[in-house]
C-alpha cells in the first residue's frame, strides 16, 4: 500500500524494518523480518495494559456444566482470568463503589435495552463510559451501535432472519460455487456409464477461459489460483490471532472452528471486494467482534456469529476501507490524509510536542501511527483493553474515525514528557512499543479533545 513511497532517513531504516505496519500485503513474516537486526519492534506484540479497575485481560466467563461446549467455555475463562489486584489501604472501600457502581451501569444498560424503542443517544453514553462483560449486553450493544440492529425491537427478529439468510446465500454462491467451478474444470474427459473403457478417452473441448494457463480475469483456473492465494494469507494471519488466547489459537476443536468462521468472513468479504480483496491484519479487525457475538449468552445468537459478524465487520470498515486500498493513498480519503489529519490534530492541541517529533526528531505519523489508524488499535494493548477502547469508538456520535483520531493523539499527550526528552530512535520504539497506561484515563484524555483542532483549549500537565 504504502510501501515504496516514503522515504526514510538512513537511521529510520536501522530502527525500522522494512513495512509501515502489519497490515500492508506482501510484506515478509515479521520473524523474518526481525532476523539480523538489533533494534526490531515486533509489529504484533501485545501489552498487557494496567486498567483502572484494577483487571489484567480480565473478563469472567459463565459456565454451565450440563452445556456441552463447558470445555470452551471453560477455557475462554482461562483465557481472560481476572487477576486480583493487590491489597492496599482503602481498597476495599474502593471496591465496594466500584461494584455499586458496575451494578448501577448494567442496570441502566438492561433497562434501556428492554425498551421497545432503543434510545440510540442513551445507549452511546452508556457504552461510552464501557459496556459490562458477559450477558451478551455488548453483543447486542455493538450491534446496535453499528447499526446492524434497527432501534425498534419489534423488528430484530426479521432483520436477524433476513441477514443470516442472506449471508448463507451468499458464502453458498462464492465460496462453495468456486471450489465446483474448479472441479467441473478438471473433468476433461467423457467416461462410458458402465464404467468401461473400450479405446482411447475422448476430451472434452477446452475453452480458453478454462484453460490452466489462462491469465485471463474470467479464467476459472485465474479465480481459482487467485482465490487460493488469498485463503493461504489468510490462514497464514488467523494462526497469529491472538495466541495467546485458546479462544482462536491452538488445535482443540472449538478454536478450529472459530478460525474456519473467521476465515470463511474475510475470504467473503474479499471476493465481493475485488479491488482490495484481504489485506494483512483484517483479521485483527475482525476478532474482537466474532469473539463479542460468539461469546453472546443467547445460544441463538451464538450460532448465527459468523453471519452478524460478517454484517458488522463490513460495517466498521465502511468508513475506513479506503485505507486500504493503494490508489487512494494520496486522495482526501486514503491513509495519508488520515494521518496528516492526526498531525494537525496533535499540532492544534499541544505544538511543543508536534514540533518536537515533526522537526526535531522527525518521527513522523506514518512511521507508528499507521498501524494504530488502521488496525483500529488491536495491536497495541491487550484483548480486554481493546474490546474497552471499541466501547468508545462504536458509541462515538461523530463516527469510529473521529474518536479513533482523538484517542491517537491522546495516546501521543499520555507520553510527553517521555517523547519530548528521547531523540528519534526512543520514541520510535516507545510509539511502536505501546506501553502500559491506565486505560480511562486514556480515554478522558481522548473525550476532552475537540473534533475541530481549532477549537482546542486544552492544556495538560504529563
Same mark, same amino acid.
Given at each position: 500500500?504504502?510501501?515504496?513511497?516514503?522515504?526514510?532517513?538512513?537511521?529510520?531504516?536501522?530502527?525500522?524494518?522494512?513495512?509501515?505496519?502489519?497490515?500492508?500485503?506482501?510484506?515478509?513474516?515479521?520473524?523474518?523480518?526481525?532476523?539480523?537486526?538489533?533494534?526490531?519492534?515486533?509489529?504484533?506484540?501485545?501489552?498487557?495494559?494496567?486498567?483502572?479497575?484494577?483487571?489484567?485481560?480480565?473478563?469472567?466467563?459463565?459456565?454451565?456444566?450440563?452445556?456441552?461446549?463447558?470445555?470452551?467455555?471453560?477455557?475462554?475463562?482461562?483465557?481472560?482470568?481476572?487477576?486480583?489486584?493487590?491489597?492496599?489501604?482503602?481498597?476495599?472501600?474502593?471496591?465496594?463503589?466500584?461494584?455499586?457502581?458496575?451494578?448501577?451501569?448494567?442496570?441502566?444498560?438492561?433497562?434501556?435495552?428492554?425498551?421497545?424503542?432503543?434510545?440510540?443517544?442513551?445507549?452511546?453514553?452508556?457504552?461510552?463510559?464501557?459496556?459490562?462483560?458477559?450477558?451478551?449486553?455488548?453483543?447486542?450493544?455493538?450491534?446496535?451501535?453499528?447499526?446492524?440492529?434497527?432501534?425498534?425491537?419489534?423488528?430484530?427478529?426479521?432483520?436477524?432472519?433476513?441477514?443470516?439468510?442472506?449471508?448463507?446465500?451468499?458464502?453458498?454462491?462464492?465460496?462453495?460455487?468456486?471450489?465446483?467451478?474448479?472441479?467441473?474444470?478438471?473433468?476433461?474427459?467423457?467416461?462410458?456409464?458402465?464404467?468401461?473403457?473400450?479405446?482411447?478417452?475422448?476430451?472434452?473441448?477446452?475453452?480458453?477461459?478454462?484453460?490452466?494457463?489462462? #491469465?485471463?480475469?474470467? =479464467? /476459472?483456473? !485465474?479465480?481459482?489460483? @487467485?482465490?487460493?492465494?488469498? *485463503?493461504?494469507? %489468510?490462514?497464514?494471519? &488467523?494462526?497469529?490471532?491472538?495466541?495467546?488466547?485458546?479462544?482462536?489459537?491452538?488445535?482443540?476443536?472449538?478454536?478450529?472452528?472459530?478460525?474456519?468462521?473467521?476465515?470463511?468472513?474475510?475470504?467473503?468479504?474479499?471476493?465481493?471486494?475485488?479491488?482490495?480483496?484481504?489485506?494483512?491484519?483484517?483479521?485483527?479487525?475482525?476478532?474482537?467482534?466474532?469473539?463479542?457475538?460468539?461469546?453472546?449468552?443467547?445460544?441463538?445468537?451464538?450460532?448465527?456469529?459468523?453471519?452478524?459478524?460478517?454484517?458488522?465487520?463490513?460495517? #466498521?470498515?465502511?468508513? =475506513? /476501507?479506503? !485505507?486500504?486500498?493503494? @490508489?487512494?493513498?494520496?486522495? *482526501?480519503?486514503? %491513509?495519508?490524509?488520515? &494521518?496528516?489529519?492526526?498531525?494537525?490534530?496533535?499540532?492544534?492541541?499541544?505544538?511543543?510536542?508536534?514540533?518536537?517529533?515533526?522537526?526535531?526528531?522527525?518521527?513522523?505519523?506514518?512511521?507508528?501511527?499507521?498501524?494504530?489508524?488502521?488496525?483500529?488499535?488491536?495491536?497495541?494493548?491487550?484483548?480486554?483493553?481493546?474490546?474497552?477502547?471499541?466501547?468508545?469508538?462504536?458509541?462515538?456520535?461523530?463516527?469510529?474515525?473521529?474518536?479513533?483520531?482523538?484517542?491517537?493523539?491522546?495516546?501521543?499527550?499520555?507520553?510527553?514528557?517521555?517523547?519530548? =526528552?528521547?531523540?528519534?530512535?526512543?520514541?520510535?520504539?516507545?510509539?511502536?512499543?505501546?506501553?502500559?497506561?491506565?486505560?480511562?484515563?486514556?480515554?478522558?484524555?481522548?473525550?476532552?479533545?475537540?473534533?475541530?483542532?481549532?477549537?482546542?483549549?486544552?492544556?495538560?500537565?504529563?
Amino acid at each position: 500500500m504504502l510501501k515504496g513511497k516514503l522515504k526514510l532517513p538512513d537511521r529510520a531504516k536501522r530502527a525500522f524494518p522494512d513495512r509501515l505496519g502489519s497490515l500492508v500485503a506482501g510484506f515478509e513474516d515479521k520473524e523474518e523480518e526481525n532476523r539480523g537486526s538489533d533494534l526490531v519492534f515486533e509489529s504484533g506484540e501485545e501489552l498487557e495494559t494496567i486498567q483502572p479497575n484494577g483487571y489484567g485481560s480480565g473478563g469472567e466467563c459463565e459456565n454451565d456444566e450440563d452445556d456441552e461446549d463447558y470445555d470452551e467455555k471453560v477455557d475462554r475463562e482461562s483465557d481472560l482470568r481476572v487477576r486480583p489486584k493487590p491489597e492496599r489501604e482503602g481498597s476495599g472501600s474502593v471496591s465496594v463503589l466500584a461494584a455499586i457502581a458496575a451494578d448501577d451501569k448494567r442496570s441502566d444498560l438492561e433497562y434501556e435495552l428492554s425498551q421497545p424503542e432503543i434510545n440510540l443517544e442513551k445507549l452511546q453514553r452508556i457504552a461510552s463510559s464501557g459496556l459490562p462483560d458477559g450477558g451478551g449486553l455488548r453483543a447486542t450493544a455493538w450491534k446496535l451501535l453499528l447499526g446492524y440492529l434497527p432501534p425498534s425491537r419489534d423488528l430484530w427478529e426479521k432483520e436477524l432472519i433476513e441477514n443470516r439468510l442472506k449471508y448463507a446465500k451468499l458464502k453458498e454462491e462464492l465460496l462453495s460455487q468456486l471450489t465446483r467451478k474448479k472441479v467441473g474444470a478438471l473433468s476433461y474427459c467423457d467416461h462410458p456409464a458402465d464404467g468401461v473403457v473400450a479405446g482411447p478417452l475422448k476430451r472434452h473441448e477446452i475453452s480458453e477461459e478454462d484453460h490452466p494457463l489462462s #491469465l485471463g480475469k474470467a =479464467s /476459472v483456473w !485465474h479465480q481459482y489460483f @487467485q482465490h487460493t492465494e488469498i *485463503a493461504e494469507q %489468510i490462514d497464514r494471519d &488467523l494462526q497469529r490471532t491472538h495466541p495467546d488466547l485458546k479462544f482462536f489459537s491452538g488445535d482443540s476443536s472449538f478454536s478450529r472452528k472459530h478460525r474456519e468462521s473467521m476465515r470463511s468472513i474475510l475470504l467473503l468479504f474479499a471476493k465481493l471486494n475485488p479491488v482490495i480483496r484481504y489485506v494483512q491484519g483484517m483479521n485483527e479487525v475482525l476478532a474482537p467482534i466474532y469473539y463479542v457475538f460468539s461469546t453472546d449468552t443467547n445460544e441463538q445468537n451464538a450460532a448465527n456469529a459468523e453471519a452478524d459478524s460478517f454484517s458488522c465487520f463490513v460495517r #466498521l470498515l465502511s468508513d =475506513s /476501507v479506503d !485505507h486500504f486500498c493503494e @490508489q487512494l493513498d494520496n486522495s *482526501a480519503v486514503g %491513509i495519508l490524509s488520515t &494521518l496528516s489529519r492526526l498531525s494537525e490534530l496533535l499540532k492544534a492541541n499541544d505544538e511543543e510536542l508536534w514540533r518536537h517529533l515533526e522537526f526535531t526528531t522527525k518521527v513522523k505519523p506514518q512511521y507508528y501511527a499507521f498501524r494504530w489508524i488502521t488496525l483500529l488499535l488491536t495491536q497495541e494493548f491487550n484483548f480486554q483493553c481493546i474490546m474497552r477502547i471499541w466501547d468508545s469508538l462504536l458509541s462515538s456520535p461523530y463516527g469510529v474515525q473521529d474518536m479513533l483520531l482523538k484517542i491517537c493523539c491522546a495516546m501521543l499527550l499520555c507520553l510527553k514528557s517521555r517523547l519530548l =526528552s528521547g531523540d528519534f530512535v526512543a520514541n520510535l520504539k516507545l510509539l511502536q512499543n505501546y506501553p502500559d497506561i491506565n486505560i480511562e484515563h486514556l480515554l478522558q484524555v481522548a473525550r476532552d479533545l475537540s473534533s475541530d483542532p481549532s477549537t482546542y483549549r486544552l492544556s495538560l500537565t504529563l
